[in-house]
């Protein structure tokens, strides 16, 4: 590995800009996974039975 490849350490100012990005994103994710769920049973033809997770 060439010295020129290894990229620098970003500034802590970029890096927390960059941080704040990441768990916004991962919140987002979150969010749509558990609401998911409750979203699609809203949709569905047999919604007035209860919902019920299988496992």
């Given at each position: ?7 620098r ?7 927390y800009k960059q941080?704040?990005?990441h ?7 979150c969010l749509?996974?558990r ?6 049973h809203?949709?569905s033809?047999d ?9």
């Amino acid at each position: 590995m060439f010295l020129g490849q290894i990229p620098r350490r970003p500034d802590k100012a970029t890096a927390y800009k960059q941080l704040k990005e990441h768990v916004a994103t991962m919140a987002v994710f979150c969010l749509i996974v558990r609401a998911a769920p409750y979203v699609l049973h809203y949709f569905s033809e047999d919604r007035y039975e209860e919902l019920r997770l299988e496992l």
